[in-house]
């Protein structure tokens, strides 16, 4: 760095410091204590964000992890599990990321709290998984959420509902960090409240934040305290991340001087994954590489399915003392991911987020493990909420199984139009869900409902023209059809 770089960037932080103790003296007393640790976070990320330029990695370095760095999945199940996997049970709990909110499925509130399957939200199924696990083993494994300032509140109400279940529930809140303008690099907040013309001056930074934010809220300790060993964490729309006893088996049966601290869970890539964080060796230790890391020139073959086979499912297990240990000796270097945005009004911000995966090369003995594809059923978009409603799979206990009467274990490729992207359209577009078991995949473009009883198989397109709608009627069997024009079923 020049003399005249090290200067501008120190009137920048000297500028940011200002700037947050004014919003500070905003705040009452009780919020500016909790603002002021969230603040301390934020500047170390803004000090660094500083200080890098460019893409943080050398692409020349980048090696494909060694073999046994990344275990198959069946390699670990053959081990079996032990008479007493209750004792590893009651050392673990789960995490489940909740600070997302469902607007990108046209929803207002918790991401967690939209229905998905039979009346049942993401966080019904959640307890219903780890309560099942508790009464089977005899096991006390405790559900953690980490909720944002956006989640809060709204999932508290709902939690009153779980009381009389067989799970100790606990949440803490991810940290609360200002968005900052693109040119002047300063928060556009004017105060510390979240409403009115502030409401879109914060953001929660990624779930990177999960080690930090879990350290101050003292939940790590009290877990700790309680002899929990490890945590699995997953974020709440993964319907595929359940507690697996093959891997908590192996994690703890590790001799203690080589015991691992980190397993990330990976599965295979396809087309459909693209864009998916891939690990990879770099410098000697295992790194999560994510799409926004990589330089320009790069991208194409970052996304290529040949060079890097498998992808981040953001299943993770992870030691608790090792939190401890690293967030003390402040050792997580967490790469920065800068994510520019368009504000409403048209303002440019930047938000600084981390991953959590990231932090796997500062871990001791850190592996990934890869799973199948059965573990990673996230549901980002009603055309996941589709395959995950229908007949596809069968509902037990709180978690999802592919239905044994579909002949092949992958799932159909779903696309569904504009129309669909809200839940209240999608749902009001489909009299009951089709039966998809032989459906390999489905296109829907345009203003197009279906009646009760559908069956889809093979290849199905169907596309209505603008201003032209089309009624799959009640009962209709489509098997690789093509379905176009203008198809209206008038009651009479």
């Given at each position: 760095?020049?003399?005249?770089?090290?200067?501008l960037?120190?009137?920048h932080e000297?500028?940011?410091?200002?700037?947050?103790e004014?919003l500070?003296?905003?705040?009452?007393?009780a919020a500016?204590?909790?603002?002021?640790k969230?603040?301390?976070?934020?500047?170390?990320?803004?000090?660094?964000?500083?200080?890098?330029?460019g893409?943080?990695?050398?692409?020349?370095?980048?090696?494909?992890?060694?073999?046994?760095?990344?275990q198959?999945?069946e390699?670990?199940?053959?081990?079996?599990?032990?008479?007493?996997i209750?004792?590893?049970l009651?050392k673990?709990?789960?995490?489940?990321l909740?600070?997302?909110?469902?607007?990108?499925?046209?929803?207002?509130?918790?991401?967690?709290?939209i229905?998905?399957?039979?009346?049942?939200?993401f966080?019904?199924?959640?307890v219903?998984?780890?309560?099942?696990?508790?009464?089977?083993?005899?096991?006390?494994?405790?559900?953690v959420?980490?909720?944002?300032?956006?989640?809060?509140e709204?999932?508290?109400?709902?939690?009153?509902?779980y009381?009389?279940?067989?799970?100790?529930?606990h949440?803490?809140?991810?940290?609360?960090?200002?968005r900052?303008n693109?040119?002047?690099?300063?928060?556009?907040a004017k105060?510390?409240?979240?409403?009115?013309?502030?409401?879109?001056?914060w953001?929660?930074?990624?779930h990177?934040d999960?080690?930090?934010?879990?350290?101050?809220?003292?939940?790590?300790?009290?877990l700790i305290?309680?002899?929990?060993?490890y945590?699995?964490?997953?974020?709440?729309?993964?319907?595929?991340?359940?507690v697996?006893?093959f891997?908590?088996?192996?994690?703890m049966?590790?001799p203690?001087?080589?015991?691992?601290?980190?397993?990330?869970e990976?599965?295979?890539k396809?087309?459909?994954d693209v864009?998916?964080?891939t690990?990879?060796?770099y410098?000697?230790?295992?790194?999560?590489l994510?799409i926004?890391?990589?330089?320009?020139?790069?991208?194409?073959?970052?996304?290529?399915?040949?060079?890097?086979?498998?992808?981040?499912?953001?299943?993770l297990?992870?030691?608790?003392?090792?939190?401890?240990?690293?967030?003390e000796?402040?050792?997580?270097?967490?790469?920065?991911?800068?994510?520019?945005?368009?504000?409403?009004?048209?303002?440019?911000?930047?938000?600084l987020?981390t991953?959590v995966g990231?932090a796997?090369?500062s871990f001791?003995?850190?592996?990934?493990?890869?799973?199948?594809?059965?573990?990673?059923?996230p549901v980002?978009?009603?055309?996941?909420?589709l395959?995950?409603?229908s007949?596809?799979?069968?509902?037990?206990?709180g978690?999802l199984t592919?239905?044994?009467?579909?002949e092949?274990?992958?799932?159909?490729?779903?696309k569904?139009?504009?129309?669909?992207?809200k839940?209240q359209?999608f749902?009001?577009r489909?009299?009951n869900?089709?039966d998809?078991?032989?459906?390999?995949?489905?296109?829907?473009?345009g203003?197009?409902?279906?009646?009760?009883?559908?069956?889809?198989?093979?290849?199905?397109?169907?596309?209505?023209?603008?201003?032209?709608?089309?009624?799959?009627?009640?009962?209709?069997?489509?098997?690789?059809?093509?379905?176009?024009?203008?198809?209206?079923?008038?009651?009479?």
């Amino acid at each position: 760095m020049t003399e005249f770089q090290e200067k501008l960037r120190q009137q920048h932080e000297d500028s940011m410091h200002r700037e947050l103790e004014a919003l500070i003296a905003t705040a009452d007393q009780a919020a500016a204590e909790i603002s002021r640790k969230d603040f301390d976070g934020f500047k170390r990320l803004f000090h660094r964000f500083l200080q890098v330029k460019g893409p943080s990695v050398d692409w020349a370095k980048i090696n494909r992890p060694p073999e046994d760095s990344v275990q198959p999945y069946e390699k670990i199940k053959s081990k079996g599990l032990p008479d007493n996997i209750t004792a590893s049970l009651n050392k673990l709990a789960v995490v489940k990321l909740n600070g997302g909110l469902g607007t990108s499925m046209g929803c207002k509130g918790p991401k967690s709290l939209i229905s998905v399957r039979n009346e049942n939200t993401f966080l019904d199924l959640t307890v219903q998984q780890i309560e099942h696990l508790n009464k089977t083993f005899n096991a006390d494994v405790p559900l953690v959420l980490m909720n944002s300032f956006n989640t809060d509140e709204e999932t508290n109400k709902i939690l009153q509902k779980y009381k009389h279940h067989r799970v100790n529930i606990h949440t803490f809140n991810q940290s609360r960090y200002p968005r900052i303008n693109k040119e002047s690099l300063l928060p556009i907040a004017k105060s510390m409240r979240v409403n009115g013309e502030n409401v879109e001056a914060w953001y929660p930074p990624g779930h990177g934040d999960i080690y930090t934010s879990f350290y101050n809220s003292g939940l790590l300790d009290k877990l700790i305290a309680e002899g929990k060993e490890y945590i699995f964490v997953s974020n709440i729309d993964n319907l595929g991340a359940t507690v697996d006893l093959f891997i908590l088996h192996h994690l703890m049966s590790q001799p203690a001087d080589k015991r691992c601290e980190f397993i990330m869970e990976v599965t295979d890539k396809t087309r459909a994954d693209v864009k998916g964080g891939t690990l990879i060796q770099y410098e000697d230790h295992l790194r999560l590489l994510e799409i926004a890391q990589v330089p320009k020139a790069h991208v194409d073959e970052f996304k290529s399915v040949t060079k890097f086979k498998i992808f981040n499912t953001n299943n993770l297990w992870i030691s608790l003392p090792a939190i401890k240990r690293l967030h003390e000796k402040n050792a997580m270097d967490l790469e920065i991911i800068v994510n520019p945005k368009t504000l409403d009004g048209g303002l440019n911000i930047i938000q600084l987020e981390t991953a959590v995966g990231a932090a796997i090369k500062s871990f001791d003995n850190a592996m990934g493990v890869n799973v199948p594809r059965s573990r990673f059923l996230p549901v980002k978009t009603s055309s996941d909420l589709l395959l995950v409603m229908s007949n596809l799979y069968s509902l037990d206990a709180g978690s999802l199984t592919m239905s044994k009467k579909r002949e092949f274990p992958s799932t159909p490729h779903v696309k569904l139009g504009s129309s669909f992207t809200k839940v209240q359209e999608f749902l009001a577009r489909f009299e009951n869900i089709p039966d998809m078991l032989e459906l390999d995949h489905l296109t829907v473009s345009g203003d197009v409902t279906f009646g009760k009883n559908v069956s889809l198989k093979g290849t199905v397109i169907i596309i209505a023209n603008h201003g032209d709608r089309i009624d799959i009627p009640a009962g209709a069997m489509l098997e690789n059809k093509i379905v176009s024009g203008n198809l209206r079923i008038l009651d009479h």
